[in-house]
């Protein structure tokens, strides 16, 4: 089955910093990768994903990157606000059947004043 | 809001007791989840259900008993659990069994005495 690690399971940084974790996957079919953001008190919330068609992706203050070819995936956060902090999971799919989502351990992610 | 609600928010319950965690997601999706999310582990797949039909079950302790009476709802009830079940409980939910752009509720944080 899929197994993804993602590094590193903390990271702290200073406001205005930008922030990047790192994920890695076994299953070269998989095909999208989605990340989550949960923090205290709430389930993950989906912020932004990105197809295996697509290189990169960007939504204002946070990017994904992708080499398939390595099978790593990235999530970028430039400009960080202390309402960045929160834990972070990335997870992979190969979509269309009857797979699962499989999640990182997750990164606890602190941006400091 | 996610559109995924989840009650009750927390529950404390001794190792004899019967309870119940709910679910319910005002998306219109017709595949449900529900995952275990422990410390330091990465969120772990417990059941799901699509169109009402349980079609995945990941190796659950018979402790945990799912029920999915429509494509709107779902529940967890819980029986003669053991100190290491306590964790937060998660209910997501998605257009489709593939598992992708999954919704998460906000999690039943429980403990078991």
């Known amino acids: 089955g899929e197994n993804v690690e993602q590094h590193p399971s903390t990271l702290s940084v200073q406001e205005g910093d930008s922030a990047v974790i790192k994920c890695t996957y076994s299953?070269?079919?998989?095909?999208?990768f989605p990340w989550y953001k949960q923090e205290l008190g709430k389930g993950p919330q989906l912020i932004i994903d990105i197809r295996s068609n697509v290189g990169e992706k960007k939504d204002q203050r946070i990017a994904v990157t992708l080499n398939k070819t390595a099978k790593h995936f990235s999530l970028h956060i430039t400009e960080t606000q202390p309402e960045d902090s929160a834990v972070y999971f990335c997870?992979?799919?190969?979509?269309?059947?009857?797979?699962?989502?499989?999640f990182g351990t997750g990164t606890q992610l602190k941006v400091e004043l | 809001e996610t559109g995924v609600t989840q009650t009750p928010r927390h529950l404390v319950m001794g190792m004899t007791n019967k309870k119940s965690l709910k679910c319910e997601q005002h998306?219109?999706?017709?595949?449900m989840y529900w995952y275990k999310q422990s410390a330091k582990k990465p969120l772990e797949l417990m059941f799901v259900?699509?169109?009402?039909?349980?079609?995945e079950n990941n190796s659950v302790p018979s402790r945990f008993s799912p029920e999915c009476p429509n494509s709107s709802h779902l529940f967890l009830h819980l029986h003669t659990l053991q100190p290491e079940d306590s964790a937060l409980y998660l209910c997501?939910?998605?257009?489709?069994?593939?598992?992708?752009?999954?919704?998460f509720g906000p999690g039943t944080r429980l403990t078991v005495l």
């Open positions: 997501a939910s998605s257009q489709e069994r593939t598992g992708s752009e999954q919704f």
């Open positions: 997870a992979s799919i190969l979509t269309g059947g009857g797979n699962k989502l499989t």
């Open positions: 259900y699509s169109l009402e039909e349980r079609v």
């Open positions: 299953d070269s079919a998989s095909n999208y």
């Open positions: 998306l219109g999706h017709n595949a």
